[in-house]
């Protein structure tokens, strides 16, 4: 059975033989197409069409009440076996996902076999694999493309954002307050982040990111992103490394939405520990802050 074939069968029923983890470079041409415009045809009568309109009203913006709204994480890896267990089980812990859906970007050191062993043990954990490495963006793109919740929430894999905040980033978005919500990891505590060369960069790039926008951030380049996956509903995004971040919140600025930012821990790692955001991807950003202000 191919991996597009397994795929369509566990949208159908229950399968009994181990899910496999998606190999990207196996979804190609006319099937692809196909597929993709099939999801989209059913998400879209899913969110806007007679399902919903059928359904009992939700409460009213700013209810004090959440809706039960179904969750995706998103987390893009790679290279990450230092880390990638302890984050995987982190994030399972947490009450407020429905599905934790993982793009491993072709890592080199071991991450993509465990993440593989993770796949088929893991039932609420799906795993797709890219036949290149891609860049952040892509992984991204991949990953949302595959989402099954309402809203999705962006998880790096590194320990540097702790998955207990979840709550904090998720109840304003189900008590219809906000249909963005990023985590700043400055608006408590400015000195958070240890590197002053770091928290110079993110100020830049914020501060460029407000003057394009009009939003008031303090920390547009968070991973903590959490938003309505129905605000992306026909934006195509492009950018494959960490453009992504303001190209991103250009756009659903663009479209109106409502943004919030929320306090939330961090616990900063150097270069030499892994990460991976450098200054060509700082001088990247400023590019994509002013293209993507005005086109798209």
Known sequence: MSTIDQLETEDRMTVASPKAPLRDGAIHGRIEKTLAEA????????LYGDL?????????????????????ILMPVF????????????????AQHD???????????GTRDLLIEI????PDVRVVLHGYNKGKGAA????????RGDIVLVQDADL?????????????????????????????????DPSRLHRLGNRLLTAASNLTTGLRLTDMETCYKAFRRDALRGVWLRENR???????????????????EVPVAYNSRGWEEGKKIGPRDAVRALWCIARYAFWD
């Open 39 to 46: 999801e989209a045809a059913l998400e879209e009568a899913r």
């Open 52 to 72: 919903a309109s059928a359904a009992p009203a939700g409460p009213a913006a700013g209810s004090a009440t959440p809706v039960r709204l179904k969750v995706s």
């Open 79 to 94: 290279n990450e076996i230092a880390t990638i267990r302890e984050i995987v089980a982190r994030v399972r812990a947490q």
């Open 99 to 109: 599905e934790l859906l993982i793009v491993d970007d072709c890592s080199t050191d």
């Open 119 to 122: 796949d088929r043990d893991c």
């Open 140 to 147: 991204l793109r991949t990953a949302l493309s595959h989402a």
């Open 160 to 192: 540097e954002y702790d998955p207990a905040d979840y709550a904090k980033l998720l109840e304003p978005i189900q008590r219809r307050e906000a249909d963005v919500v990023y985590g700043s990891r400055f608006l408590e505590n400015a000195e958070q």
């Open 242 to 260: 960490f453009g992504f971040e303001p190209e991103l919140t250009a756009k659903l600025a663009r479209r109106g939405c409502r943004f919030l």
